[in-house]
C-alpha cells in the first residue's frame, strides 16, 4: 500500500524558510487523480490544510498562507516538497503530508497520511 | 472559507457506550463529509468519507450519516480503543479544504 514520509529539519530560525519533503512509497505521485497535500498541526490543536498539488503541476493553496507557500514535485525521485518563507513562532506545528483523493465516491479525503514532522521556530 | 462546527469538543463516556458527535458546516456542502480518528502522537487516520462511506478495514460499529449542512458520526458501542480525537473535513469547496475543531473523546 501508499506510504508516506516526511522528512526536513526539524529546526527553523524565525524569518528563514521551512523546507519539508515528502517521499512516496508503494505508488506513484503521477498516479492519475490522486493530489498530494499539506497539513499541519499547532501543538495541541486542530488540522489546517496547507495546500496541494497534482502530479501536472497544478497547485492549490489555503489562501491565508498562499503568499508564502510552494507546493512542489519531483516525479523523478516520487517526492513531492513545501516550501514555507517568512517563518515565525505561529509556523510551528507537526507538519503531515498527505494523499487526497477528489473523485467521488472518495469525497476528497485525504485516505493516506505520513506520520508527521515536528518543527519548531526558534533563533 | 466554509466553517466546520462540531459538538460537543470533549466527552467522556465509558465502554459499551452509544457516542455521537455532531458537525455542522456554514454551508451546504451535500455529502463531501469525511471523518478521520487521531491517536496521541499519531496521524489522522480516515474512517468515513462522502459522509456515510464506511473505510474498508474499519469496524462496522462506525457510522456516518447526514447531507448539506448537518452530520453525526455515531460509534455504536464504544471500545477501549476508540478514545481519540475525530475530526470532520469537507471537501465541497477547495479554497480552502476545512476541518472542524476536533472531539475529543475521553474515558469516563
Known amino acids: 500500500q501508499v506510504q508516506l514520509q516526511e522528512s526536513g529539519p526539524g529546526l527553523v530560525k524565525p524569518s528563514q524558510t521551512l523546507s519539508l519533503t515528502c517521499s512516496v512509497s508503494g505508488g506513484s505521485i503521477s498516479s492519475d487523480g490522486y493530489y498530494w497535500s499539506w497539513i499541519r498541526q499547532h501543538p495541541g490543536k486542530g488540522l489546517e490544510w496547507i495546500g496541494y498539488?497534482?502530479?501536472?503541476?497544478?497547485?492549490y493553496y489555503n489562501p491565508s498562507l498562499m503568499s508564502r507557500v510552494t507546493i512542489s514535485a519531483d516525479t523523478s525521485e516520487n517526492q513531492f516538497s513545501l516550501r514555507l518563507t517568512s517563518v515565525t513562532a505561529a509556523d510551528a506545528a507537526v507538519y503531515y503530508c498527505?494523499?487526497?483523493?477528489?473523485?467521488?465516491?472518495?469525497?476528497?479525503?485525504?485516505?493516506?497520511w505520513g506520520q508527521g514532522a515536528l518543527v519548531t521556530v526558534s533563533s | 472559507d466554509i466553517q466546520m462546527t462540531q459538538s460537543p469538543s470533549s466527552l467522556s463516556a465509558s465502554v459499551g457506550d452509544r457516542v455521537t458527535i455532531t458537525c455542522r458546516a456554514s454551508q451546504t456542502i451535500t455529502t463531501y463529509l469525511n471523518w478521520y480518528q487521531q491517536k496521541p502522537g499519531r496521524a489522522p487516520e480516515l474512517l468515513i468519507y462522502g459522509a456515510s462511506s464506511l473505510r474498508s478495514g474499519v469496524s462496522s460499529r462506525f457510522s456516518g450519516s447526514g447531507s448539506e449542512t448537518e452530520f453525526t458520526l455515531t460509534i455504536s458501542s464504544l471500545q477501549p480503543e476508540d478514545f481519540a480525537t475525530y475530526y470532520c473535513q469537507q471537501s465541497y469547496s477547495t479554497f480552502p479544504l476545512t476541518f472542524g475543531g476536533g472531539t475529543k473523546v475521553e474515558i469516563k
Open positions: 498539488m497534482y502530479y501536472t503541476g497544478s497547485t
Open positions: 498527505a494523499r487526497n483523493d477528489p473523485r467521488m465516491p472518495a469525497a476528497g479525503s485525504f485516505d493516506c
